[in-house]
């Protein structure tokens, strides 16, 4: 059974920096795309960030230049550094893989990480 495992998150002040981690365990024969995906009260779960195996990168608009998306092939992990953060990016973040375990590639998710910015 394949597990994705998130870590990080917090409370920060605005224009702070904050890192995400996800690893992914489990009887994983490979993992596509990783990224992380947000979820702010009362709106619909929104895409951050995603990375293909191959490091190509795709950002939303809101994040660009502020948070950077990179993994670990050899460690089916996948990470999210955040910097100049602000009270928007107040969200549980969700950590997503495309897994290739037992049979066809799979969607996973992590259980969700808190990540406050206070002003």
């Known amino acids: 059974q394949v597990q994705l495992v998130e870590s990080g998150g917090g409370l920060v002040q605005a224009g702070g920096s904050l890192g995400l981690s996800c690893a992914a365990s489990?009887?994983?024969?490979?993992?596509?795309?990783m990224g992380w995906y947000r979820q702010a009260p009362g709106k619909q779960r929104e895409l951050v960030a995603t990375i293909t195996r191959g490091g190509r990168t795709n950002y939303a608009d809101s994040v660009k230049g502020r948070f950077t998306v990179s993994r670990d092939n050899t460690k089916n992990t996948v990470y999210l550094q955040m910097s100049n953060l602000k009270p928007e990016d107040t969200a549980v973040y969700y950590c997503?893989?495309?897994?290739?375990?037992?049979?066809?590639?799979?969607?996973?998710w992590g259980q969700g990480t808190q990540v406050t910015v206070s002003s």
């Open positions: 997503y893989a495309e897994i290739i375990a037992r049979g066809p590639a799979s969607d996973y």
């Open positions: 489990g009887s994983i024969f490979s993992s596509n795309a």
